[in-house]
Structure formats: C-alpha cells, structure tokens
C-alpha cells in the first residue's frame, strides 16, 4: 500500500529539508508515524531512505505528521518546546491562519490584525462626538417628513476619512504625560481601526428611538408635554434597554460565525476601499471605482429632488387614467397603494427600509412578495368590500376617523387634564381607522408571535444548548 504521507516525503524533500530536518529525522517520524520501529514493519508500510545534500546526522526528535491537515505540516509530538522551536514547527501550529467558513464573508472582512496599530485616539473622541452629534440632529429633523430623510453610517464613513486624514497632517506630535500615561494628539497616520470607531460612534445614534413618538404625540396631538427631563428620561430608559438585550443576546447573534449581518459586510468593504489597494476588475482600484459612483450618485441627487421632482414618483394608473378615482386610489404614490409605480430618486427607494442593496436577494423578495400580498392584494379586497365600513375613508392613510367618515378630534373626548371622558366617547361616537391601517396593526403583531414561534420550532435546541 503506498500511503499519501510517505509520498509526499518522497516528492517533496526541501519541503522539509526548509525547516532543518534531515534524514535522519525524517526516518524518525516515519518510525513513529508508522509503527517501523517495531522489528516486524506495520502491514502495508514502506520503509525509505531519504538522502539530502549536506545533511548532519543528528538524533531524531519525537515528531509526527498529522493526517488531517492538507498542507501536511509537521505536529510536534513530544514535550519538548526547545526542540520544536529548533525546527520552527511549535510557530507553524500557532499560526493556523483562520477564516470565516462563508464565502460571502472572507470576501469582505480581512482575517489579519495589526495590534500594533493605535486605535482609541485624540481623534476619534473629537470627530465621533462631532459626527453622533450632527448625525442625531439631522436625522431627528427630518424625522417628520412624509418622506423621510435619514443620513446612515456610510455619511460618516465618507466624511471622517478626509477629516481624519487633515487631522494627521495638522495636530501636533507632541507628546503629553497625564498620571503616568505618554498620549498626543497626532499618533500618526490616520488609520482603518479609528475609522471605524467614529463609524460606530455616529451610527450608533443615527437613528431615531421610538420613545420619540410617544412624546411626540403626547405633545402634538394630545396637547400633554411631559417635559424635557421627563421625556429625556423616557428615551434614555428605552434606548439602554434595547443596548441591554443586544449585550446579552451577543453569544447568540454576534459571536457565532453564522450570524452574518449584510449591512455591514457593506461598511466593512467600504473602510477596506479607503485603507487599502484593492483591484476591482482587475481594470482600476477599488477606491477608484467607488469615487466613480459616488460623484455619480452626488449629482444625479439633484435631478429627481430639485430640477425634475416627478421623476421621485413615475405613477403610471395616474398618467393612464388622471380622473378615474380608481386607477388613482390604486397607483397614487402619497395617497394610494403604489401600484405599478417607478421611482428614480434612490432617496426615495431607501426612505423607509434603508439600502435594498444590503439585503440578500432571497430576504428582498421575501419583503416584496409579502408588500404585494398586503398592500396590493388583501387591501383592496377589503376596502372596497367595506370591511370594517371603512369605504367611506381613504384607502391609505394613518388618521383615525368617525363611522361617517370624517375626521375625528380627540379633543371632543378628552377631559381638561387630558383623560378620556366615557360620556362625551359614548355622544361622539367611536373611533374608526382605514383597513390599510388596521390590517397593517394586526399582521405586525402576529408577525411577533410568528416569529417567536418559528425560532422555537426550528433553533430551539441549539439556543438551549447556548444557554446551557
């Protein structure tokens, strides 16, 4: 039987000739390997003489060769660290390089670190603190438009590097001692590690809490404001809460190589473009390319939102048919339900779910095929059944209404310190909402249970034995 082990040997000598073992050696491991040192040889073992050029007879150490590893590298067997980093081999098993099982991953995230490299900076304090700051306030502001305008992490990405970049070359070098502590301002070169940090700064408060509508509402439509430390401490309450389950679902949904978050393999592409030399097609750099799109993207923003608005919403049943109430309830794009509508304003495209192109193309048609079946199909067939009798309302919309269809004032029902007054509910009549809105409600909350359940059936094991 020639055996793939003692092949290799044969075929490759310098291979191990390079780590300083010589023939002798060789026979060693062969010896221990395959029992051959046994006067009777092991069934179907071959015994080899290796010869090398120059080669010193010294005593064989107690090596063997793993069969498991591909690259057929030498596991040292024996106790010995001296002799094993003699031969470089203790190095060589430390050094398994390790990647991520997904292809989708190794093609995104770089499996090398630079510990050397300097990360928690005077930098990163001032333009994190400048970004989270701006970003919260803009993307507060724009909050209560119809059509949102919400400014992500890519922003900051974009902006921090060039900031990032101006601090390096004007910050000054010197260097401080604060409690036995040497610090400066300007370490050095801007680096990928304090890049990302600011990223995370800002992102992590780049969008809004949902405790805002509460005090939102409260204040406009029920004309009770909590106050500014109270409603403060509402949103800080609910924000640490949800920063709480996700430290302690970490074991669960971070550190197991499975959990794969698409929306950021795209952030850590985009810092890999701006801190190192990638081709993209083998034609020109990776950073090259982006600045390509990006100047494209930047110019093309004016077009739809400024110079041609109707570009924003293309509705095609509202060109075909302008008066028919119909065609207009079923293709308007504020008012309707958007069918067969074109949008080419990306604002508009990434208003409400964020970048389509962070989702995997089996989530994306999941999310459309489940919008058609509520909005285009069991929708109509409600409103204009009059389920609910909700055909005297607008087919989408969020406000509450009376049984005949007009608008209805909360403050008609409301009692001067802001609580419900059974008697004046009961003479003005109920509130009723469109079925759009109720049915929207509904499934949103069985999608909860749904969801649960599905976990259950399908991972409850393996998050029982996490837990365990």
């Known amino acids: 039987m020639h055996d793939p082990i003692d092949n290799d040997i044969e075929e490759h000598p310098l291979r191990y000739k390079e780590n300083g073992i010589d023939e002798t050696e060789i026979s060693g491991i062969l010896s221990t390997h395959f029992n051959t040192a046994s006067e009777t040889p092991s069934p179907g073992v071959r015994s080899k003489k290796l010869s090398f050029p120059d080669s010193d007879a010294t005593p064989a150490p107690d090596y063997g060769i793993s069969p498991d590893k591909e690259s057929m590298e030498l596991t040292p067997l024996s106790g010995d660290d001296s002799m094993n980093e003699k031969h470089g081999l203790k190095q060589q098993t430390d050094d398994v390089e390790e990647d991520s099982p997904y292809e989708v991953v190794r093609h995104s995230v770089s499996n ?46 974009l902006l921090a590097f060039p900031a990032g970049y101006v601090l390096s070359r004007v910050l000054p070098t010197r260097k401080f001692t ?27 408060s780049s969008g809004s809490p949902y405790a805002i509508d509460v005090v939102t509402i409260k204040k406009i439509w029920y004309k009770s404001d909590l106050g500014f430390v109270a409603s403060l401490l509402f949103i800080l309450t609910s924000q640490i809460m949800g920063y709480s389950f996700a430290g302690l679902a970490r074991k669960f949904l971070v550190y197991p190589a499975a959990m794969i978050w698409p929306a950021s393999l795209i952030s850590v592409t985009l810092f890999r473009t701006f801190h190192e030399i990638q081709d993209f097609g083998g034609k020109m750099s990776r950073t090259k390319m982006f600045w390509i799109c990006f100047i494209g993207s930047f110019l093309w923003y004016f077009v739809p939102n400024f110079l041609i608005p109707a570009l924003s919403y293309i509705a095609l049943l509202c060109y075909m048919a302008p008066n028919n109430v119909i065609a207009n309830q079923l293709g308007d794009s504020y008012n309707g339900l958007g069918i067969l509508n074109f949008t080419l304003d990306w604002s508009t495209i990434s208003s409400n779910m964020g970048s389509p192109i962070a989702y995997p193309w089996a989530m994306a048609c999941n999310l459309f095929a489940g919008f058609v079946v509520v909005m285009w199909i ?24 009376r049984t005949n269809g007009s608008a209805y004032d909360i403050h008609e029902i409301m009692t001067s310190d802001q609580h419900l007054d059974e008697a004046k509910y009961a003479e003005y009549g109920p509130v009723r909402m469109s079925f759009q809105f109720a049915i929207s409600y509904g499934i949103g909350f069985a999608a909860i249970m749904t969801l649960l359940v599905y976990i259950g059936l399908h991972y409850g094991p393996e998050i029982y034995q996490q837990l365990r």
């Open 178 to 204: 604060t409690f036995g502590w040497v610090w400066t301002l300007n370490p050095g070169p801007f680096n990928i590690k304090e890049h990302v940090l600011i990223s995370i700064f800002a992102t992590a």
């Open 378 to 401: 069991i929708t109509p067939i409600g409103y204009y059944s009059n389920t609910w009798g909700t055909g005297n309302m607008p087919i989408y919309t969020a406000h509450l209404y």
């Open 112 to 157: 090398k670190d630079d510990p050397s490299m300097y990360s928690l900076t005077f930098r990163v304090w001032l333009l994190g603190i400048i970004f989270t700051g701006v970003l919260s306030f803009v993307n507060q502001f724009f909050f209560y438009r119809q059509n949102q305008l919400s400014l992500g992490g890519s922003v900051v990405q």
